[in-house]
């Protein structure tokens, strides 16, 4: 069974066009994110969600919104796709803060999201 | 803000061990990370430090912190072709889940 699932693994889409990305987790987790990694590997926090609440938002255009329907899923929805949102979204979940040892995350397989 | 910094390409022959470099620049770290990520795949954690240890052992890997200067290293003894792979260091401050990571070394094995 695998723990964070990202849906789809690969997108190509033309710009202009809205498109979502889809992530559950069956770890109980509290906490999701999405981290976008560019195409020279660089990795970058979007978003944070605990227990279906908001609790980081870093300089992300507001043309991506994420959603969490409920504290195992966090979906992100782009609108109006640039050539330069190319790249790998990741998502990943962790336990809530202050349950032992933070052992980091669980990372989803990622998805490629290709702007053409 | 935060800032976590790596060497970007690493070669080390099979065999050897690889030592893979990572300074930070938040001192309310506390705990720090390695993860690994293949090529095509998401990142696997690999093994973490508590900022008040100067070392960690587990089977190959062994990790080196050096709190003073923030300086943090992974080796890894006994290099195999199935090391290939990025290596990502992570840190993350007091009170914060949020993971900064760094730019990721990748790791190239000469046979």
């Known amino acids: 069974d695998t723990a964070v699932s990202q849906t789809p693994k690969y997108l190509v889409t033309q710009m202009g066009n809205d498109k979502s990305i889809k992530c559950e987790q069956n770890l109980g987790h509290d906490t999701m994110y999405w981290y976008k990694q560019d195409s020279k590997k660089f990795l970058k926090i979007m978003f944070s969600?605990?227990?279906?609440?908001?609790?980081i938002n870093e300089t992300v255009p507001n043309r991506f919104s994420p959603k969490s329907p409920d504290k195992a899923h966090l979906n992100l929805h782009i609108n109006s796709l640039e050539l330069g949102d190319s790249a790998v979204y990741f998502c990943?979940?962790?336990?809530?803060?202050?349950?032992?040892?933070?052992?980091?995350?669980?990372f989803g397989s990622g998805t490629r999201l290709t702007v053409v | 803000g935060e800032d976590v910094e790596q060497s970007l390409f690493l070669s080390v022959r099979e065999g050897d061990s690889s030592v893979i470099n990572c300074t930070y620049t938040?001192?309310?770290?506390?705990?720090l990370y390695w993860y690994k990520q293949e090529p095509g795949a998401g990142l696997q954690l690999l093994t973490y430090?508590?900022?008040?240890?100067d070392m960690k052992q587990d089977q190959r890997l062994t990790v080196l912190l050096n709190k003073k200067d923030k300086h943090l290293s992974l080796r890894i003894a006994d290099t195999q072709t199935g090391d290939s792979a990025i290596y990502f260091c992570?840190?993350?401050?007091?009170?914060?889940?949020?993971?900064?990571f760094g730019t990721g070394t990748r790791l190239t094995i000469i046979p």
């Open positions: 992570a840190d993350r401050p007091f009170g914060n889940e949020k993971l900064t």
């Open positions: 430090i508590f900022s008040n240890m």
């Open positions: 938040d001192s309310s770290s506390t705990y």
């Open positions: 990943a979940s962790s336990p809530r803060q202050g349950m032992g040892v933070f052992y980091g995350y669980t």
């Open positions: 969600y605990n227990n279906k609440e908001l609790i």
